[in-house]
């Protein structure tokens, strides 16, 4: 079974430019995650997605941050505009249940985006 | 919401040698308590998770206990070897919203000594 595939691996921007990440889940998983992870900490959750729906967004900067899923199945997480803060690593992640809490995540390997 | 503590944020085994990491959480309606390893860069993988209704799970050299009461769960590495040298997360999930997404500990950089 293939994993979660992300792309790009590495991103190097300017500030004030825009991003764009992609991620395509495991064949199957209705649920889709994003997460950032700062260097030294854990993964914090940006969005998570259920079938083609937002189910929290709640912790997303959404005057630079959005995301779709369009057509339930891969996504894309862009940042407009960029700022030197947001340099971590941005990790998709996929469950292949319908939101239940004891569902696994799988997580890809992760975007490292560097902004200078 | 959720608050997840990890302790210790370092540990350093010599090969053979058990590890213990601990972790505390904050909700307790959290039933799902996955630990994920991590290597340099690559994405969390997932080693072993237990459920609220259990009180220990085993896997090989690998081992988790949660005491619901105290809110807290550990990760057991039994003869460690070089390659289990990575950073290890804790994790959390409360059933009391619909978010489902992990709410993780900061991180423990197990490093095994040849």
């Known amino acids: 079974e293939a994993g979660v595939a992300q792309s790009p691996r590495y991103k190097i921007i300017e500030k004030r430019q825009s991003v764009a990440f992609w991620c395509n889940p495991i064949?199957?998983?209705?649920?889709l995650y994003w997460y950032q992870q700062i260097l030294g900490q854990g993964p914090k959750l940006l969005i998570q997605?259920?079938?083609?729906?937002?189910?929290?967004d709640s912790q997303l900067p959404k005057d630079r941050f959005s995301a779709e899923r369009l057509k339930g199945v891969d996504s894309t997480l862009k940042i407009q505009p960029a700022k030197l803060e947001d340099s971590a690593v941005y990790l998709c992640?996929?469950?292949?249940?319908?939101?239940?809490?004891?569902?696994?995540?799988?997580f890809g390997p992760g975007t490292r985006l560097t902004v200078l | 919401g959720e608050n997840v503590e990890q302790h210790p944020s370092t540990l350093s085994v010599q090969e053979g040698d058990s590890a213990v990491i601990k972790c505390t959480y904050s909700?307790?309606?959290?039933?799902?308590f996955p630990w994920y390893k991590q290597e340099l860069g690559k994405g969390p993988q997932l080693i072993i998770d237990?459920?609220?209704?259990?009180g220990e799970k085993k896997d090989q050299r690998i081992a988790v206990t949660l005491n619901k009461t105290a809110k807290h769960f550990s990760l057991h590495i039994t003869e460690t070897q070089p390659e289990d040298s990575a950073v290890y997360f804790c994790?959390?999930?409360?059933?009391?919203?619909?978010?489902?997404?992990?709410?993780f500990g900061s991180g423990t950089r197990l490093q095994v000594q040849p």
């Open positions: 992640a996929s469950s292949a249940g319908q939101g239940a809490s004891t569902d696994t995540q799988y």
């Open positions: 064949s199957g998983h209705a649920t």
């Open positions: 997605f259920q079938n083609n729906g937002v189910v929290d």
């Open positions: 909700d307790s309606a959290s039933n799902y």
């Open positions: 237990i459920r609220s209704n259990v």
């Open positions: 994790a959390a999930v409360s059933r009391n919203t619909g978010r489902r997404a992990l709410t």
